[in-house]
């Protein structure tokens, strides 16, 4: 926290005085620090607060470096917000881990008590399910977002009410079928090709949606269940091969879109020529901070609760009845660029005290999964933790817990891992 403290006040110097790449080195150099100390900490293994500390106190570097002309000079609230909602986080994760989380290794165990053909039922069924879905919601809206060419947001308007949640439920099925791998032993060819199969539908749907957020968070949340679940390394060749199919998948999305270079470069507006693999990232990291400052300096009046409430809101289909109750406008630089931070609808809600009990409450949360990852646990609470890491890890990008899909997820989640059973038996 020392370290964080100084260069942050640095950052914060060099920010009022225009400083900006010294502004944004200094914060670079803190979320760099703060990971390598949090890993070493916990004895070589990456942790939520490490996480954490890399993506939100990084992502802010990143954006303290203003190389958009979008981006401004923060109010001196949103430079608050900022620092105390990683220090509330910080601190709420050390108060709930104790010493119980300092240093050592997970133990090592196998999986046990699991229903196989219940866990393959789940496979097969929630693939088929999330297409069916997508099938009906492409039937009634009567088009394929990824074979239109004359709509340039067809992705957004792919929505049907409801049914969307379940087309989406197709990011769980990779994480589910590695799960399926590792935990069952006796796999008959058929059964192989089956999960399979499910697995490259799953991911179709999201490359038919023309949803790159979507295939990716399916790739990432089987990574990080990989790493959970297995304790080691993807292997290389594998690890290389999955990078540069995703990355031609990404190409693939964005033509799809009618996302040309021009286009892009055009709201983005850079300060100097970069190449779009470059500017691209940096926008979809570095303007969510400036949006939080646009909503600090604009924002008329707190909401009380209501942003954060909508998936509650949404999923009871009190939106239907009472639209007001989510209402609320968007405060952003740019209307095209829509994404935003973690704190967000933190802030909207409460103001700086959302902030901080927000991003306590995350801390608290985060420290009671690494705890019981080393406890007996059924093997789909692995899927769960890597869900909440990607959240975690993606901390600059939305304000997931707001999110109605957020919590879909979780929800199927829970039920998959009350359906199969199972927990993993320490030796």
């Known amino acids: 926290m020392i370290v964080y403290f100084l260069c942050y006040s640095a950052a914060v110097l060099f920010a009022r005085t225009q400083y900006y790449l ?12 703060l990971f390598w100390r949090e890993k070493r900490r916990n004895g070589g293994r990456v942790n939520l607060l490490a996480l954490f500390s890399l993506s939100f106190v990084g992502g802010e570097g990143i954006s303290c470096l203003k190389l958009s002309y979008l981006q401004g000079p923060w109010a001196w609230q949103t430079f608050a917000a900022f620092f105390l909602a990683y220090s509330a986080f910080r601190l709420a994760f050390r108060f709930a881990s104790g010493t119980g989380l300092r240093g050592g290794r997970q133990r090592e165990g196998r999986l046990a ?37 004359h709509m340039p947001h067809a992705y957004s308007y792919f929505h049907v009410s409801g049914l969307h949640y379940l ?39 999201p490359v038919l949606c023309v949803s790159r957020f979507q295939l990716l968070l399916a790739v990432l949340m089987a990574a990080f269940t990989w790493l959970t679940l297995r304790r080691e390394p993807i292997p290389g060749p594998l690890a290389v091969l999955g990078f540069a199919l995703l990355l031609a998948a990404y190409g693939i999305l964005s033509m799809a879109r009618g996302h040309s270079v ?53 999923l009871s289909g ?13 405060y952003v630089t740019k209307t095209e660029l829509t994404t935003v931070t973690l704190i967000y609808d933190a802030w909207y809600d409460f103001g700086i005290l959302g902030v901080v009990v927000f991003c306590a409450l995350l801390g608290f949360v985060a420290a009671r999964l690494e705890k019981k990852l080393r406890e007996q646990h059924s093997p789909v609470f692995c899927m769960f933790y890597a869900q ?26 829970g039920l998959i891992a009350w359906f199969i059973g199972g927990k993993r038996q320490w030796g």
Not at 175 to 201: D, K, N, Q, W
Not at 318 to 330: G, S, V
Not at 403 to 410: D, E, K, R
């Open 262 to 314: 021009s286009y892009l470069n055009g709201i983005f507006e850079m300060k100097r020529h970069f190449p779009i693999f470059v500017s691209q990232p940096y926008i979809y990291i570095a303007n969510n901070y400036d949006n939080v400052n646009c909503l600090i300096r604009e924002l008329p009046q707190h909401s009380f609760g209501l942003k954060m409430l909508f998936p509650l809101i949404a």
């Open 388 to 413: 909440f890491s990607i959240y975690i890890m993606l901390s600059f990008f939305t304000t997931w817990f707001s999110n109605p899909a957020t919590w879909v997820y979780f929800l199927e989640t």
């Open 318 to 330: 009190l939106k239907f009845l009472r639209p007001e109750l989510t209402a609320f406008p968007l």
């Open 22 to 33: 010294l502004s944004g080195t200094a914060l670079l150099f803190a979320a760099l620090v």
């Open 113 to 149: 008590g699991i229903r196989e053909e219940r866990l393959f039922f789940a496979v097969i069924g929630l693939s088929l399910a999330s297409f069916a879905a997508f099938l009906i919601e492409a039937r009634i809206l009567g088009f394929v977002p990824f074979l239109v060419r």
């Open 167 to 205: 087309t989406v439920s197709c990011v769980l099925v990779p994480s589910l079928a590695l799960i399926y791998r590792t935990a069952v032993r006796h796999r008959g060819r058929a059964e192989t090709v089956a999960v399979a199969g499910a697995v490259v539908l799953s991911l179709l749907i």
